[in-house]
């Protein structure tokens, strides 16, 4: 079955540094996986996915992510932290199991940003 | 084009009522998911609906039910309400049941259980 560990529930960094977020997942079969962004009070916005192809995935608000099979890992980037940025971050695998949509999300990570 | 819509976005309701939780899903897709956030949780499915029916259920109680109408509108339905039922419902819909489609989400539903 498939699983997501987000590593580090809180994140935090001063804006214009580096953000990383980290994620591995757990699946038998090749993954879909996804990083989606919650901002306070509000659904799920969907940064990025990797499916299949380029394993550096880039998504909107200049965030990427690199998929690593040998590390079973899908950390997410981006170089320049921004006040906007802060808000919840979820990674999520693509449970493949029926064939269907259903997504298997982590726990989450704050991302907090300091001026 | 109005992406994934949920009503209501906020209720209050009585430990042991009832309560139906609406969804309309974007334009042009036809499958919908419902998915359950506990506060400083990741979400939860609850289960997916294509073509009427319930094509998949995760690990949620048969007090959980829901539908889906022929126009893809969906409901949750939660009986016998618990204090821990307390939570955000998200609503997500995609095109179809193909694996790797981009998944959409609403801006969810809060229910508060008294």
């Known amino acids: 079955a498939q699983s997501v560990t987000q590593l580090g529930s809180h994140v935090s960094v001063s804006e214009g540094a580096l953000v990383l977020l980290r994620c591995n997942y757990s699946s038998s079969v090749p993954p879909y996986l996804f990083w989606y962004v919650q901002y306070p009070n509000q659904g799920l916005q969907l940064l990025l996915k990797y499916t299949t192809g380029a394993t550096l995935v880039k998504g909107i608000n200049g965030f990427e992510a690199e998929f690593k099979k040998s590390e079973t890992s899908f950390h997410l980037t981006k170089p320049s932290a921004h006040m906007s940025d802060a808000a919840e971050y979820f990674c999520a695998v693509s449970d493949l199991t029926y064939n269907t949509d259903k997504l298997i999300f982590g726990t989450g990570t704050r991302l907090q940003v300091f001026p | 084009d109005a992406g994934v819509t949920q009503s209501p976005t906020h209720l209050i309701k009585t430990r042991g009522q009832q309560v139906t939780l609406r969804c309309s899903p974007k334009s042009g897709h036809d499958t919908v998911s419902w998915y359950q956030q506990a506060l400083g949780q990741g979400p939860q499915f609850i289960f997916q609906?294509?073509?009427?029916?319930?094509?998949q259920r995760g690990n949620f109680p048969d007090r959980f039910s829901g539908h889906q109408y022929p126009n893809y509108s969906s409901e949750l339905n939660v009986n016998a309400l618990l204090l821990g039922d307390s939570a955000l419902y998200l609503c997500?819909?995609?095109?179809?049941?193909?694996?790797?489609?981009?998944?959409?989400f609403g801006e969810g539903s809060w229910l508060t259980v008294v």
């Open positions: 997500a819909s995609s095109p179809d049941t193909s694996s790797g489609n981009t998944i959409y």
């Open positions: 609906y294509y073509e009427e029916e319930e094509r």
